[in-house]
């Protein structure tokens, strides 16, 4: 395991951001090019991203806040701007670096963080090299992917062989969406509140109804922000598979049996959906999320899940499993 030394007790959270100040260009190809900082806040090209700089580039102000949070441990990994998909042949050196630095900054907080690396989707070679490497770094855990690349997931092709690369290697994958733009979304934030939701249900889908999990019962793949719509729409699909050939012909199991298999984070927003969530997951795999530091973060992560009939011991327990690190004695 990548994860050598102890980690803090207490509750992790397993969806979190950091970017070092050197790497706020965005690999080659990137649209729009480049994160910077202005008077303190960062912004994405033009457009501000309501989040200080500090917050997402200062790894002591993360370890900070992480305490603040009364969160036990924080996975951190990189905002989905960073995904090299635009020029994947091109972000060789730039993942590498990313990859240098997250292990450097998080073996630095004494077990308070621990990271999920950068890699390519597109080439299962450049894929496996870099998770390899990843598996000698102290304090990594696990790599953070995009859940859609030029209309594919992860039910066929490359993406699907990345996930087994995962599951050779040992590593977790946190499966994160990017705001795909598309022009009825164009007003009122929708690239984000109703586009980073679809785009995970997609990848979830994709998943269930391919195999996936029947071929690689070893994956450990968590998707954010609670499964996006997938939790209100597994009856849908559980329908679909049971009265229509073409839906079920890639899985042996019903999508209800395969969706226990898989990790949820817990932003939600919602304690009904929260509710919705938890009723269809696996106790076991359902784990606590922030999306610190961004503007759609759950602000209060451990008391929200608290007061709404989660056990600490539990969510701590479950963040173990997920990252590879060794159960709390």
Request: charged content about 20%.
């Amino acid at each position: 395991m990548a994860v050598t030394g102890s980690v803090r007790a207490g509750v992790i959270d397993v969806h979190a951001h950091w970017l070092p100040r050197e790497l706020l260009s965005l690999p080659p190809g990137s649209l729009p090019r480049g994160m910077h900082d202005r008077d303190g806040e960062l912004f994405l090209g033009d457009h501000p991203l309501f989040v200080t700089t500090e917050a997402m580039t200062d790894i002591e102000a993360v370890v900070a806040d992480t305490l603040k949070a009364g969160l036990g441990a924080r996975a951190v990994s990189a905002p989905p701007f960073v995904f090299p998909v635009h020029a994947p042949a091109e972000a060789d050196d730039y993942i590498a670096t990313y990859n240098d630095r997250l292990a450097e900054a998080v073996s630095s907080t004494g077990g308070i963080l621990v990271g999920l690396g950068l890699i390519r989707v597109d080439d299962v070679d450049a894929a496996r090299r870099e998770m390899n490497r990843l598996t000698a770094m102290d304090g990594i855990a696990g790599v953070a992917v995009p859940p859609l690349v030029q209309g594919q997931s992860y039910g066929e092709g490359v993406m699907r062989d990345v996930l087994a690369a995962a599951t050779d290697t040992g590593l977790a994958v946190l499966v994160h969406p990017m705001q795909l733009p598309r022009p009825e979304w164009k007003d009122h934030y929708l690239t984000n509140l109703i586009g980073n939701p679809v785009e995970t249900t997609t990848a979830v889908a994709s998943l269930l109804l391919s195999g996936v999990m029947d071929e690689l019962p070893d994956l450990r793949i968590c998707f954010v922000h609670g499964g996006g719509c997938a939790p209100s729409l597994l009856g849908r699909w559980e329908h679909g598979w049971r009265s229509r050939a073409d839906v079920r012909q890639g899985s042996a199991h019903p999508p209800t049996a395969a969706f226990t298999h898989l990790y949820f984070d817990t932003v939600t927003h919602d304690p009904e959906v929260l509710r919705l969530l938890a009723a269809h997951a696996s106790r076991d795999r359902i784990l606590c999320g922030s999306d610190y530091p961004f503007d759609m973060a759950q602000p209060e992560p451990v008391r929200f899940l608290l007061d709404n009939g989660l056990d600490a011991a539990t969510l701590e327990a479950n963040g173990r499993q997920f990252l590879g690190i060794a159960p709390r004695a």
